[in-house]
T-cell receptor, first 119, second 111 residues
Framework: ETGVTQTPRHLVMGMTNKKSLKCEQH?????MYWYKQSAKKPLELMFV???????ENNSVPSRFSPECPNSSHLFLHLHTLQPEDSALYLC??????????????????FGAGTRLSVL | RKEVEQDPGPFNVPEGATVAFNCTYS??????FFWYRQDCRKEPKLLMS???SGNEDGRFTAQLNRASQYISLLIRDSKLSDSATYLC????????????FGSGTRLSIRP
């Protein structure tokens, strides 16, 4: 048990559906992340919420919309997805110390992921 | 040039062998470095952080060469359970958004 839980573990959706992925961390961390992992590609950072900062990867399409209501919960809202969006979506959390902190502590703990298939 | 580059492998070695991976990074201002391990259809998990002086954890040794901008991972006396994908991770700056993952090196240990 990593302390980061994701639901659902598997999701099949049509291109016209709207769904949401949920992530919850029980580690007291102050940063949460969404990653996309496609076959034979590196992990792609999609969104970060950290110390009041939200950072987006500009290449992420607007059909993905994150929401972070508090430091323990993170959502990824999905709408009108495409088949190429099928992938493993991983949530992670870490403790970011800030500019003066020890970066070696920015260790990411991952949830088990949601395997998404878009038909 | 990719920000973080790894040999994808696969490396297929016999049990008990010693195997080494390298990872190169492009941003000379990168500040911290990690090796993660990812088993098939599972999430990545931290294997070890990489410190400037090099560090060892049991059969695993990690080293950092800032001048040549690479990090390495050495696995001695490999076990069947070491079969996994090993991800090189580089933190390029002080922001949480500057963490870059390599595409991973697949390792397969055969009996």
């Amino acid at each position: 048990e990593t302390g980061v839980t994701q639901t659902p573990r598997h999701l099949v959706m049509g291109m016209t559906n709207k769904k949401s992925l949920k992530c919850e961390q029980h580690l007291g961390h102050n940063a949460m992340y969404w990653y996309k992992q496609s076959a034979k590609k590196p992990l792609e950072l999609m969104f970060v919420y950290s110390l009041e900062e939200r950072v987006e990867n500009n290449s992420v399409p607007s059909r993905f919309s994150p929401e972070c209501p508090n430091s323990s919960h993170l959502f990824l809202h999905l709408h009108t997805l495409q088949p190429e969006d099928s992938a493993l979506y991983l949530c992670a959390s870490s403790q970011v110390e800030g500019l003066a902190g020890d970066l070696a502590k920015n260790i990411q703990y991952f949830g088990a992921g949601t395997r998404l298939s878009v038909l | 040039r990719k920000e973080v580059e790894q040999d994808p492998g696969p490396f297929n070695v016999p049990e008990g062998a010693t195997v080494a991976f390298n990872c190169t990074y492009s941003n000379s201002a990168s500040q911290s470095f990690f090796w993660y391990r990812q088993d098939c259809r599972k999430e990545p998990k931290l294997l070890m952080s990489v410190y400037s002086s090099g560090n060892e954890d049991g059969r695993f040794t990690a080293q950092l060469n800032r001048a040549s901008q690479y990090i390495s991972l050495l696995i001695r006396d490999s076990k069947l359970s070491d079969s996994a994908t090993y991800l090189c991770v580089v933190n390029q700056g002080s922001s949480a958004s500057k963490i870059i993952f390599g595409s991973g090196t697949r390792l397969s240990i055969r009996p």
